[in-house]
């Protein structure tokens, strides 16, 4: 669900292969809120049963919990929050059980967790095969348009300069360009580059965590950063379209156990999925990991500015 950096993303959400893609686990645990440490709240209203809403322990993904959990109070629905728990291991088994309602999850990567072998990769084709592997107990609601993926970046005088819209633009560039990423990202990416895109760069560097910083001082031309990387708005860079999706679905997407959410909650959470694009999730993460910012207090602003809190 390659990195933010990819190891640590893959730590953090407990994927079980290389081939699973993760969200960024930079965040810190705070404690197992399973063992009594959560916050909870409730709200008057809905059909009387108490949604527990989880999270990873990482920033985006307790944003995405909190924005979850307060449009579903916003709808009359009693909520349980239970944040910064851990891995996928944990959070999946907890969800099966019934300790946990509704996660915030990414497509992809929930698909690569639980079948290693599929090779789908379009938001529509992950959907399907996530409703055919998901057991009967638990599954997934509409998909937003925000994507925690990996991207081949540039900055926007780049992209001006050499008109950059699309990775298939950089043919004609590939080999005057020095490209930078995790440490495994050549192996990994460059003979499909080669075969996709047709893109032959002049070096690989590789940059890691710092590779939005790389682009910026312009020791690299383009990087791996991913798509909801707050550095993206910090330093005005551009993420190239994927046409031919070298890079698979990671949409933003609701994961239930289904004997826990009604009608009302199934639509508070589908709104929410509606209005949240890669751009807004962006802008918000960077309040959240640059500003130094609340999580619970940027999602209030979001559901309000939306008209969904």
């Known amino acids: 669900m390659s990195t933010i950096s990819r190891s640590r993303r893959v730590a953090a959400l407990g994927t079980l292969a290389a081939l699973t893609l993760g969200a960024t ?11 009594g440490g959560s916050s909870a709240s409730a709200a008057t209203g809905g059909s009387g ?41 944990v959070l999946y088994g907890q969800l099966q059980s019934g300790n946990l309602t509704v996660l915030p999850e990414y497509n992809g990567s929930l698909l690569a967790y639980l079948d290693a072998k599929s090779t789908a990769v379009t938001t529509q084709d992950v959907n ?54 995790p440490p495994e990202f050549k192996s990994r990416r460059e003979q499909q580059l080669k075969d996709v895109y047709g893109l032959t760069f ?16 312009g020791s690299i031309q383009v990087g791996n950063v991913f798509t909801t990387d707050p550095k993206i708005v910090q330093y005005k860079l551009v993420p190239l379209a994927d046409p031919k999706n070298i890079f698979g679905a990671q949409n933003v997407t609701p994961l239930v156990n289904k004997a826990g959410v009604d009608a009302t909650a199934t639509a508070a959470l589908n709104a929410v999925s509606a209005k949240l694009d890669t751009a807004g999730l962006v802008a918000l993460m960077k309040r959240v990991s640059v500003d130094k910012e609340d999580p619970s207090a940027v999602a209030k602003d979001w559901l309000k500015s939306n008209g969904l809190g």
């Open 49 to 89: 049963s108490t949604v527990v809403v989880g999270s990873a322990n990482f920033p985006e993904n307790v944003l995405l919990g909190s924005i979850y959990s307060q449009a579903l109070k916003a709808k009359g629905v009693k909520v349980q929050e239970k944040f910064n728990i851990g891995s996928r291991e």
């Open 128 to 181: 399907a095969e996530l409703a055919k592997t998901l057991p009967a107990t638990l599954g997934i609601l509409e998909s937003s348009p925000a994507e925690d993926k990996d991207s081949l970046s540039v900055t926007q005088e780049t992209a001006d300069k050499d008109n950059l819209k699309s990775i298939a633009d950089l043919a004609a560039k590939a080999g005057e360009y020095t490209i930078g990423g």
């Open 25 to 35: 686990a930079c965040g810190s645990s705070g404690g197992n809120p399973l063992d």
């Open 202 to 217: 002049k070096e690989w560097k590789p940059t890691g965590d710092a590779t939005a910083n790389a682009l910026k001082d």
